[in-house]
């Protein structure tokens, strides 16, 4: 119980990581929207272990690409995000930057990282939970 406080204590300082009602909503919503909607079929998600950390490196296409990998596997993951999407004016007025917080998405500065991203990498791996990330660091038009 010791290291999911440590875990709590550490992802309180940036306020995202809760996995309640919220986050099963959005399995739900999202396993629904991307299935039914948008008619996507995901191919190994087999792959992903049913316990312990995993890191899942992907090319970043289009805004859907967070939730619908997140969602396309039983298992609560985390991602970085570009630090505007927490700190741009319409971001934040219109609740997205909480939300993506909520869903488990920390902030990144890509031009000067700190270490308190490197940190949060290791205890969510540390803690047997997945993180997903995006190297290209933002969306890429055209074929990849």
């Known amino acids: 119980m010791a290291g999911k406080e440590k875990f709590s204590n550490l992802f309180k300082e940036r306020e995202y990581g809760y996995w309640g009602p919220l986050y099963d909503f959005g399995r739900i919503f999202c396993t629904?929207?991307?299935?039914?909607v948008m008619n996507v079929d995901v191919k190994g998600s087999k792959h992903v272990p049913r316990e312990g950390p995993f890191v899942i490196y992907s090319n970043h296409m289009t805004a859907?690409?967070?939730?619908m990998l997140g969602h396309s596997f039983s298992r609560k993951t985390h991602y970085m995000?570009?630090?505007?999407?927490f700190t741009h004016r319409l971001c934040r007025q219109f609740g997205f930057s909480k939300l993506i917080r909520l869903l488990g998405c920390f902030p990144v500065n890509r031009e000067n990282p700190s270490s308190l991203t490197l940190?949060?990498?290791k205890e969510i791996v540390s803690q047997d939970e997945g993180f997903i990330m995006f190297p290209?660091?933002?969306r890429k038009h055209g074929k990849n």
């Open 81 to 85: 995000g570009r630090e505007e999407l």
């Open 32 to 36: 629904v929207y991307f299935r039914a």
């Open 119 to 121: 940190k949060i990498i």
């Open 64 to 67: 859907y690409d967070p939730p």
């Open 136 to 138: 290209q660091g933002t």
